[in-house]
């Protein structure tokens, strides 16, 4: 379950790369549009941006707010007005949100364009910049428009990193340590013990950790199958997120999510009860992150949200991704009255490590 | 150049499809939702409900007014609130606009869900429905937001036609007429003899129309090289949708379009001057047609927009569609001066026609 990046060119990893003159070697075909969000710092868009020489570049609000059908229109509106030709490309520089939008854009702008995503968060190298999918969010819910459309480039230079407020790196390790959860056990103390936010070890645990999701993506690029286990965690995620209308970060909501998913994994029983319970690497994952406390859930809430999750397909229950032992996801529909029981069980535990409060 | 049509199952075109029990034997998967304008019979609406069992039913504006985000964004948000899921479907019921934003909605709604298109007028049967294209338009311009993505299933009734007013049959006549142009001489005369408005005549004239577009979109489906002769006409047609703020219908601005495409065939001088000029096919279309009057049009707005057209990818003058001879079309990219010569006697010509006044 290793990835080969030698084998493709078009996903690199490598500190420096945003900051060098390799980026003028991509093809930006007849100009591209640079999209980035406010509150990327200024030296990361003149980099890029002295090297690319966009034809036009869009500030966007930061996080989700940029994920919306109406920032979509403006942008797309700017980009017409620039110029930006069926031969041009869009690229998407910054986290998960940007990305999302700016490969959404390209997907759709003119019939598709060519498309670079320059992740600059833990979050977007490691998950959402890779792997094709493209997003928006509806007030119905998050991501529910979208395509699969693979970017033509990734280029992740972890030096972006380094200018990341601790929360935010540690909010990004969330996808990362779900990799090791759902295919690569290995991978999870070394995240606990830190060696993201070292620049010695990070550049190649960030490989190890994408690499997960590579491998499954191209197995099952269009989530037929197994690409459904990169969900782990995310029906709790989604729905916190909408709960609490964006204001918890996404990469929180999953750490959230990833506990909820081993303590419903610890219930169905599936779990060999010699080996170590699931829900102690998901607690110490919450305990290491320290993530913004929730308060005041309303778990019916919570189940119409998480009935409204797009992989729920005429299913009776909720289906959630589990994990059998560390490393094996499997799907599992789940009724309400065992969710609503486990839930009680679930808010006492976060309550007596300081992270629910009513 | 014929399709052949019963090699594929999903293009069907057969008087009363649309009224036969035929239509429940489509997939809507876990449930479909069902788009049409307000100006659609009742009764076709109702014909289709009643086999198809929508979950919920959309009623659309007219023509273009609904190919516009904040209608998609209206649209997208009511599946998700009625729930249609990712294996559910969405269906197209009108003409080419409702078509365009129906696959549009189809192919970006939870990263894509079945599509099927019912076009009910001339325009949407032997175009817009057929070929893959989806589109919405920007205040920039025409069909700039869009994906390739071919329709689940294309089911034309023919009996649909009956119902619609006159110059909306002959608006999109414009459309089989310039499949003719292009590919199938053969067609001209029987369409200006009236056989797309006779019930005994027109499935099999259609299907021809049809046929021409569908080889090519089967050679070329993402427009790389063939399929821009498809837009022959339409460089002029879509800039005079803009001048006059989609107030000329798509079928009578082609047809002025074709025209104007003729005249600069005929000045650029592949055509054989020994043949019949190629300009009498297209004037004789207009004087059938009959399409609304243009008026106090400005050149240098018109010229504006047909550089805006997403064919023109960092060209020195505009790409035109021109035609050779009957049949044999080829890409050209012309010069300002020389198309405002010409566009002086093209106006000089439609005013001596009844078609054109300051």
């Not at 029983?269 to 699931?278: H, I």
Request: aromatic content about 8%; overall charge negative; charged content about 20%.
């Amino acid at each position: 379950m290793t990835y080969d990046f030698t084998a493709i060119n078009n996903i690199k990893i490598e500190a420096g790369l945003l900051n060098s003159e390799a980026l003028s070697t991509l093809d930006m075909g007849s100009g591209a549009a640079l999209l980035y969000p406010e509150d990327m710092p200024e030296c990361w868009v003149e980099s890029v941006s002295s090297r690319i020489n966009p034809l036009v570049s869009v500030r966007l609000p930061p996080r989700d707010a940029c994920k919306t059908l109406s920032i979509y229109s403006h942008v797309v509106e700017t980009l017409a007005a620039a110029g930006i030709q069926r031969s041009g490309a869009v690229i998407g520089l910054g986290g998960g949100a940007v990305t999302d939008l700016a490969g959404f854009v390209a997907a759709t702008y003119l019939r598709g364009v060519r498309f670079y995503a320059f992740p600059t968060t833990l979050l977007g190298m490691v998950d959402a910049a890779i792997g094709g999918k493209t997003a928006l969010n509806l007030a119905a819910g998050k991501n529910l428009l979208g395509t699969f459309s693979p970017a033509t480039a990734v280029w992740c230079d972890p030096k972006a990193l380094d200018t990341l407020p601790r929360p935010v790196l540690r909010e990004g390790a969330a996808e990362a340590y779900k990799h090791g959860l759902i295919a690569r056990p290995d991978l999870l103390d070394p995240i606990l013990r830190g060696e993201l936010e070292n620049a010695n070890t990070r550049t190649s645990l960030i490989q190890a950790a994408m690499s997960v999701k590579l491998s499954i993506v191209e197995r099952d690029p269009t989530e037929q199958g197994e690409r459904a286990f990169l969900n782990f965690g995310h029906t709790l995620a989604h729905a916190l997120e909408a709960h609490t209308d964006g204001q918890l970060p996404h990469g929180e909501a999953v750490a959230y999510g990833m506990h909820w998913a081993a303590h419903l994994s610890k219930r169905l029983g599936k779990t060999d009860p010699t080996k170590t319970d699931l829900t102690m690497y998901t607690r110490a994952f919450l305990e290491w992150q320290q993530p913004t406390m929730l308060h005041g859930l309303c778990f019916d809430q919570l189940l119409d949200f998480m009935k409204k999750d797009k992989k729920n397909s005429g299913l009776s229950g909720i289906r959630f991704v589990l994990l059998e032992k560390l490393g094996r996801p499997y799907l599992q529909a789940i009724e309400k009255d065992l969710l609503e029981r486990e839930w009680l069980l679930y808010r006492e535990e976060l309550i007596e490590i300081g992270l629910y409060s009513e």
